[in-house]
T-cell receptor, first 114, second 113 residues
Framework: NAGVTQTPKFQVLKTGQSMTLQCAQDMNHNSMYWYRQDPGMGLRLIYY???????DKGEVPNGYNVSRLNKREFSLRLESAAPSQTSVYFCASSFSTSRTDTQYFGPGTRLTVL | DQQVKQNSPSLSVQEGRISILNCDYTNSMFDYFLWYKKYPAEGPTFLIS?????DKNEDGRFTVFLNKSAKHLSLHIVPSQPGDSAVYFC????????????FGKGTHLIIQP
């Protein structure tokens, strides 16, 4: 089992460009999450999907959109990238959104916006 | 305003000794706490958790202590091993679901041989 996979691993964008970060999990989890981690900061939740067909905003949703394509895949889209979105992006999944269910994280995507 | 604080950016401990990582919180509504471990170029992995109804939880070499009156928790690793070198994040939840986790900035633990 691969667990949670993310593509790409690295990306450099110019201000105003768009891109989609891909995430897939093979653990048959219902819930998926997108976090960002800025240098010297903790993780902050961008969006999450409690189950297939649903998405909700997290703490820092502005500038992002998400799609829960199916049970396995949850993508994060930056429509018009800004330097403030330079960060490491982590996708995670868990059986449910219960806080006692372990979240499993992908390896991250390091995004730089020039 | 940081609600979960890990005031030590880094900590160096000799192999075989005890590592103690600290975490303070300000929100008295937090009632569930977690520790995650992160290696470079990898995502965080869950380590151990504790509910506010307990003051201690143990899992092998890892023990988390919770002092609710002081709004403080600590992670003890005994004995420390080279593979424990990583960044450790404290996280807290004030009820609700997993969407309500608040993370600290992390402490980089370095185990010296």
């Amino acid at each position: 089992n691969a667990g949670v996979t993310q593509t790409p691993k690295f990306q450099v964008l110019k201000t105003g460009q768009s891109m989609t970060l891909q995430c897939a999990q093979d653990m048959n989890h219902n819930s998926m999450y997108w976090y960002r981690q800025d240098p010297g900061m903790g993780l902050r939740l961008i969006y999450y999907s409690a189950s297939e067909g649903t998405t909700d905003k997290g703490e820092v949703p502005n500038g992002y959109n998400v799609s829960r394509l199916n049970k396995r895949e949850f993508s994060l889209r930056l429509e018009s990238a800004a330097p403030s979105q330079t960060s490491v992006y982590f996708c995670a999944s868990s059986f449910s959104t219960s806080r006692t269910d372990t979240q499993y994280f992908g390896p991250g995507t390091r995004l730089t916006v020039l | 305003d940081q609600q979960v604080k890990q005031n030590s950016p880094s900590l160096s401990v000799q192999e075989g000794r005890i590592s103690i990582l600290n975490c303070d919180y300000t929100n008295s509504m937090f009632d569930y706490f977690l520790w995650y471990k992160k290696y470079p170029a990898e995502g965080p992995t869950f380590l151990i958790s504790i509910s506010s109804i307990k003051d201690k939880n143990e899992d092998g070499r890892f023990t988390v202590f919770l002092n609710k009156s002081a709004k403080h928790l600590s992670l003890h690793i005994v004995p420390s091993q080279p593979g424990d070198s990583a960044v450790y994040f404290c996280a807290a939840s004030a009820g609700g679901g997993a969407d309500g986790l608040t993370f600290g900035k992390g402490t980089h633990l370095i185990i010296q041989p």
